[in-house]
């Protein structure tokens, strides 16, 4: 009876990663799905590597029984942390004849919280190197060669290993922070809102946006991955940290990008919608007035023509710096197109104060922009609508100042 047919017929439906088991049974490299550090199944090239007559003699043994002597530390970290791995381990396999197997291991996670070991054998192209690979290959070397820092902690959170990744992260000697607590390693903040008791761990996994705290007392932040680990009586917590300082800063620029104008850096009209939605609950919570103002350029184009683009982009720069100053801070302004842009005006009282604000931007859009020692003039026709005074809807209220820029762009033609 193979593994996998070991396994369906004990449990009462058949686990999620059978299906996977099936597709590659046929591959002739060594696969195993684990649980945890548990082999669930192997594939028969597998099997055979390892010198098995039968799958299942591997079902419900660690995965770490299959390592040389040599390599048993590693049981004490667990297979959850090459997942972290983006190359391939190198270890060493033991056959039931008890030779030796030079291999390189990846780790992959898949569904139901399992994960997918595969082993190639390399030990034709590192027989001549085996003996310096058994003593490189040591619990300390993966350690040391992972680009993120592992620091393992006590139940009590006072660290006991410190690698080099984690050195270069937080600034920290292993000597100067070995036999402290994590709260070295945390600001001050962060650390006094955690308990003494065991709990930190869940209370630091479960912090939203972690931050750490270097040598120097720099806060950046943190992604961290903790590991828990038995030994008798006692615990011990295996953490895996990353630097994300420059991942969040990329995620804000990107966010920003997705949201704002690239040449004038004012909110585009995804960002805008999105203000003017929840101006709008505002307005009807406090039974206030909101404005929209359709401000589309006059003379535009003919800069553009005449002085090149250069000077088109140095008027809309210009332009939306007056839009912005303006207006209040607690308003919005939008570029919405090429020379076309939005005003949202919240906690109005009247339909007057929309209107002043108009005149306001008229002018100051009026004065003259210097280029390259010309002077560039460019007017604006400004639509604006008034909720709930010129309709009973912001989509209703969008149509209204749309038309009434279109008549005020009419007349100044």
Same mark, same amino acid.
């Given at each position: 009876?193979?593994?996998? $047919?070991?396994?369906?017929?004990?449990?009462?439906? +058949? +686990?999620?990663?059978?299906?996977?088991?099936?597709?590659?049974?046929?591959?002739?490299?060594?696969? $195993?799905?684990?649980?945890?550090?548990?082999?669930?199944?192997?594939?028969?090239?597998?099997?055979?590597?390892?010198?098995?007559?039968?799958?299942?003699?591997?079902?419900?043994?660690?995965?770490?029984?299959?390592?040389?002597? @040599?390599?048993?530390?590693?049981?004490?970290?667990?297979?959850?942390?090459?997942?972290?791995?983006?190359?391939?381990?190198?270890?060493? #396999?033991?056959?039931?004849? /008890?030779?030796?197997?030079?291999?390189?291991?990846?780790?992959?996670?898949?569904?139901?919280?399992?994960?997918?070991?595969?082993?190639?054998?390399?030990?034709?192209?590192?027989?001549? =190197?085996? =003996?310096?690979?058994?003593?490189?290959?040591?619990?300390?070397?993966?350690?040391?060669?992972?680009?993120?820092?592992?620091?393992?902690? @006590?139940?009590?959170?006072?660290?006991?290993?410190?690698?080099?990744?984690?050195?270069?992260?937080?600034?920290?000697?292993?000597?100067?922070? /070995?036999?402290?607590? #994590?709260?070295?390693?945390? +600001?001050?903040?962060?650390?006094?809102?955690?308990?003494?008791?065991?709990?930190?761990?869940? /209370?630091?996994?479960?912090?939203?946006? #972690?931050?750490?705290?270097?040598?120097?007392?720099?806060?950046?932040?943190?992604?961290?991955?903790?590991?828990?680990?038995?030994?008798?009586?006692?615990?011990?917590?295996?953490g895996i940290v990353r630097d994300v300082t420059a991942q969040r800063a990329e995620e804000q620029r990107i966010f920003y990008m997705a949201h704002h104008d690239a040449l004038t850096g004012l909110p585009n009209r995804h960002l805008f919608d999105d203000r003017v939605e929840e101006a709008y609950k505002r307005c009807l919570r406090h039974n206030e007035k909101l404005a929209l103002l359709f401000v589309d350029l006059d003379k535009f184009k003919p800069i553009n023509d005449t002085y090149g683009h250069a000077a088109g982009d140095l008027v809309l720069r210009v332009l939306a710096h007056r839009l912005g100053k303006t207006v209040r801070a607690t308003d919005t302004v939008s570029r919405v197109g090429g020379d076309e842009f939005m005003v949202l005006l919240e906690e109005l009282e009247s339909a007057a104060e929309a209107e002043e604000v108009a005149e306001k931007i008229q002018a100051s859009l009026l004065e003259p922009i210097g280029f390259e020692g010309h002077e560039l003039w460019v007017g604006a026709s400004i639509g604006v609508g008034v909720y709930p005074d010129n309709a009973p809807s912001i989509k209703a209220l969008m149509e209204f100042a749309d038309q009434a820029m279109y008549q005020a762009k009419h007349k100044t033609r």
């Open positions: 009876m193979t593994s996998t $047919a070991l396994i369906t017929t004990e449990l009462d439906s +058949p +686990p999620s990663w059978l299906d996977l088991a099936r597709s590659l049974d046929h591959l002739h490299t060594l696969l $195993a799905i684990c649980a945890g550090n548990e082999v669930v199944w192997i594939n028969r090239a597998g099997a055979a590597i390892l010198g098995l007559s039968d799958q299942a003699e591997l079902v419900g043994r660690s995965f770490f029984d299959l390592l040389h002597k @040599d390599y048993a530390d590693l049981s004490e970290l667990g297979l959850e942390v090459f997942l972290e791995e983006d190359g391939p381990v190198s270890i060493k #396999l033991i056959r039931k004849d /008890q030779h030796d197997i030079d291999a390189q291991m990846w780790v992959s996670a898949i569904d139901g919280g399992f994960c997918l070991v595969e082993c190639h054998d390399i030990s034709e192209h590192l027989r001549s =190197a085996r =003996a310096l690979r058994l003593r490189e290959q040591r619990l300390e070397g993966i350690i040391n060669t992972v680009a993120d820092g592992i620091i393992t902690v @006590d139940d009590k959170g006072i660290i006991q290993t410190f690698n080099p990744a984690a050195e270069s992260i937080f600034g920290f000697s292993k000597a100067e922070v /070995q036999g402290k607590t #994590l709260r070295a390693l945390i +600001p001050a903040v962060l650390a006094d809102g955690i308990g003494s008791s065991n709990d930190w761990v869940r /209370q630091l996994t479960e912090a939203k946006n #972690l931050m750490g705290k270097k040598k120097g007392g720099e806060e950046f932040s943190v992604e961290l991955n903790v590991r828990e680990m038995q030994h008798g009586d006692s615990r011990s917590f295996t």
